[in-house]
């Protein structure tokens, strides 16, 4: 039986992504929180900035879950929680609260799914491009 390997996200990898998601907020003149899961839900990094919105750190920490857990961009689930959609009863049915606001982003290796990314702080918008540009960091 042959099996694949995939490097798991490190705390390293957690840290560069924090870092190229504060980077990207900043050159937008926006303060951001940042969380960083692997991909068994564990925190590997997190920052928070005093001058974010108090909220933001909860809201960085269950967009990365929610990506993780449903391996999509927030961006891109949104529409399947409106009624009708198919994730509608999904937010709760789980252990832990997921949050359809764009901003959480997977990180995948080699086309697996090593961790997540979630930003909270600007506009939904703006919070999505700093996780993208964070997880692009990355390759």
Do not use: C
């Not at 039986?1 to 050159?27: G, I």
């Not at 891109?76 to 198919?86: H, I, S």
């Amino acid at each position: 039986m042959t099996t694949t390997s995939v490097a798991p996200l490190t705390t390293a990898d957690a840290e560069a992504l924090v870092t190229a998601a504060v980077e990207a907020a900043e050159k937008a003149g926006v303060t951001v929180s940042v969380t960083v899961l692997d991909a068994g839900g564990h925190l590997l990094a997190f920052r928070r900035d005093d001058r974010a919105v108090l909220i933001s750190g909860e809201t960085s920490t269950r967009k990365a879950y929610t990506a993780l857990q449903l391996n999509a961009p927030t961006a891109d689930l949104v529409d399947a929680v409106q009624p009708g959609g198919l994730f509608h009863t999904l937010p709760t049915a789980l252990d832990r609260p997921l949050l359809f606001i764009a901003g959480g982003v997977p990180v995948r290796r080699d086309g697996r799914l090593i961790g997540a990314v979630g930003v909270g702080g600007g506009a939904p918008e703006q919070d999505h491009g700093f996780a993208t540009a964070a997880v692009a960091s990355l390759a």
